[in-house]
Structure formats: structure tokens, C-alpha cells
């Protein structure tokens, strides 16, 4: 038995490839890259075989197409699924994606009955909580990525703005992974600063504005997908978390039970990530208007369930 960890990934499109060569580069484990297209996972991974040597890095990565290969995975990082286009919304996908999450959820339950989930097909907090129905895997062992990535556009054009480094601000985004995602304002700060006192109110609305929209901005752009490093990224980040049980405090669609109001749906809540999966949705005070924010968010994500 090898004590390497072993990283599935369902879906070797734009993120599924990204997230390949990010666990191969911080040694996460060895790597399955799943897809249904033929031959695809196999040239990724054969490419990507082949950086290995160049940093002096063994990297173990098979390409397939077959479910069966994923056995006894300990991470499964989901990404199969069509991506937006521009002029579509997150919660546009959902029919299409809900297949193909249904197919690939019976393949995890049978194949890794062990493994940690991370969700990123959108439209994410849906099919996060379609994920743990189909797995039937205890909730915090199905989470989904969202909070990290919106948190750190968040920073991104904080520190932008503020002509600061990225690592002097530390931001919050609570919420469903859509338009009505909460920046929670009042616990943001820039080298422990309030972020209210280092910046006017109007500026900070219009970066908060741009927030929400960030993966419809880079959508606009590209054309023919959406963002695809960053939320690779902030899987790895996620799986780094689990992996190593780091006890790490970040945002994640976690399922919540009574948390913040609310009950039986997944929701990007603050959480502790470590070897027991969301070890803890932590809750914390929120103003009248992230309260109101917080609700509108939810009964967004009520009502896409609700299409399931
Ligand atoms: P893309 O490059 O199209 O990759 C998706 C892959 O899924 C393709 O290679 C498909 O062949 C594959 N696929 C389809 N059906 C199956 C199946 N049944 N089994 C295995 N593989 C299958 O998309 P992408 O990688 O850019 O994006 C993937 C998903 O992530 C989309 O739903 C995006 O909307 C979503 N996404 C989420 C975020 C979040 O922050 C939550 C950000 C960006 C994209």
C-alpha cells in the first residue's frame, strides 16, 4: 500500500488541467485526471508528465476515461460541467449540469467511498448540495469551492486600489457563489485596519460592485469559457487544507444546519478545514444590511434548488 495520497479530478477542461498541474507542482499526491472526452485527460496528463522533470519533480499523473480508476481517491475535486458563455448566468447550467453531476456523484460513491469533495461545477451551491445527496457522504465531506476564490477577488482589488500588497488585506465573502454574494465589509480590514476607515464608502461599494461581477467580467472577455486559474487555485488551496489538516479558517459552501438562519441547503459560510473535513461552520455577527444581503443570497440559492 503507498502512503501518496491520491488527488481525483472529474473533469480535465480548463480548471480540471489547472488543477493537475498545481497538485503535481506542490506535491499534493498522485493525480488522476477523469474526463469523458477521449484521449483528452490522456495528452494532458502525458504533457504534464513531462514538467515534471523540468523542476526536478516527480510528478505521477494518469489521464482516463474510465470512472474505475479514481478507486480509493482521498480527494475528488469536481469540475465536470459546462462553463458559462457570455450573456448566461450561473444558475443557466444548472439542467445540464445536474446530469452530468448525478452520473459523476454514483461513480465517486462507488469508486471512493473515502474521499473529501470539493464541488466547483456551477451553479456551485447546488450542485454542492446535489453532490452530497447522490454521495450520501456525511456533509462535511462535500463542500464546495466558491468563498476562497470571491474572497480573494475581493483582496485582489482591495490591494489594487489601496497600492498595497495582496497579503496586508484580509477580506471576507460570505454567501451563495452568484451575483448577490455578500462582501462582508465590517470584517475586512488592511493591515488590521477597519477597511472602512482606509477607504470611502463609495469606492468601496464600486470595488464590492465589481466583486460580484468578476466571473461574468473575465467570461465577457475570454468568450469562449470562464475563469479557470483562480478557481483552480483556490481548490488546491482547499485540498492543501484537508490533505494536511491544516485547521484553516476560510470560506466554503458548507452545508448549514440552523447556521446563520439557515437550514438544509450548502451556503458559503466561514468554516474550519482540516483532517475532518468542515470541522466547524463558525458564525459570526453580521450588520443589518449583511444580514438582509446574507438573506436575499440564500433564497437565490433556495430557488435554483428548487429547479433541481
Ligand atoms: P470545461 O473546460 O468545459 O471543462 C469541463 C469538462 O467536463 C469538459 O472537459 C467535459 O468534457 C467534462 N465533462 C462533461 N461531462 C462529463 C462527465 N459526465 N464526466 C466527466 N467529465 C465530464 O469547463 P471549466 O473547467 O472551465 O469549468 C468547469 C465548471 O466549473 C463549469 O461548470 C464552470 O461554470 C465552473 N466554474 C466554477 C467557478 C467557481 O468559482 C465555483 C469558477 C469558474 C468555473
Known amino acids: 500500500m503507498s502512503s501518496r495520497k491520491k488527488i481525483a479530478l472529474i473533469g480535465a477542461g480548463q480548471i480540471g488541467g489547472t488543477l493537475a498541474l498545481l497538485a503535481g507542482l506542490r506535491g499534493l499526491g498522485d493525480v488522476v485526471l477523469y474526463d469523458v472526452v477521449e484521449g483528452m ?21 494518469k489521464g482516463t476515461n474510465a470512472i474505475e480508476d479514481i478507486a480509493g481517491a482521498d480527494v475528488c475535486i469536481v469540475t465536470s460541467g459546462i462553463p458559462r458563455k457570455p450573456g448566461m448566468s450561473r444558475d443557466d447550467l444548472v439542467k445540464t449540469n445536474a446530469d452530468i453531476v448525478r452520473k459523476v456523484g454514483e461513480g465517486i460513491k462507488k469508486n471512493a467511498p473515502k474521499a473529501f469533495v ?10 454542492t448540495y446535489l453532490m452530497q445527496q447522490v454521495t450520501g457522504f456525511p456533509a462535511a465531506r462535500v463542500c464546495g469551492m466558491a468563498g476562497v476564490l470571491d474572497t480573494a477577488r475581493y483582496q485582489a482589488h482591495l490591494a489594487e486600489d489601496l497600492r498595497v500588497s495582496t497579503t496586508s488585506v484580509s477580506a471576507f465573502v460570505l454567501g451563495g457563489h452568484g451575483d448577490d454574494m455578500v462582501p462582508v465589509r465590517s470584517y475586512t480590514s488592511c493591515g488590521g485596519i477597519p477597511i472602512e476607515r482606509m477607504m470611502a464608502k463609495e469606492k468601496l461599494d464600486a470595488i464590492e460592485k465589481r ?19 483562480s478557481p483552480a487555485a483556490s481548490a488546491i488551496l482547499m ?8 485547521k ?34 463558525i458564525e459570526i455577527e453580521l450588520s443589518a444590511q449583511e444580514k438582509g444581503q446574507l438573506e436575499k443570497s440564500v433564497s437565490s440559492v433556495r430557488s435554483v434548488i428548487s429547479i433541481l
Open 248 to 281: 484553516k479558517l476560510m470560506p466554503v459552501a458548507a452545508y448549514c444546519n440552523g447556521e446563520y438562519g439557515v437550514k438544509g441547503i450548502y451556503l458559503g459560510v466561514p468554516v474550519i478545514l482540516g483532517a475532518g473535513g468542515v470541522e466547524k461552520v
Open 41 to 61: 485527460p490522456q495528452g494532458k496528463a502525458l504533457d504534464l508528465t513531462h514538467v515534471g522533470p523540468v523542476f526536478g519533480l516527480d510528478f505521477n499523473i
Open 118 to 127: 470539493i464541488v466547483i461545477t456551477n451553479p456551485l451551491d447546488v450542485m
Open 211 to 229: 466583486v460580484r461581477g468578476s466571473g461574468g467580467e473575465v467570461v465577457a472577455l475570454l468568450k469562449t469559457g470562464s475563469a479557470f486559474y
Open 239 to 246: 485540498a492543501e487544507a484537508y490533505l494536511h489538516d491544516k
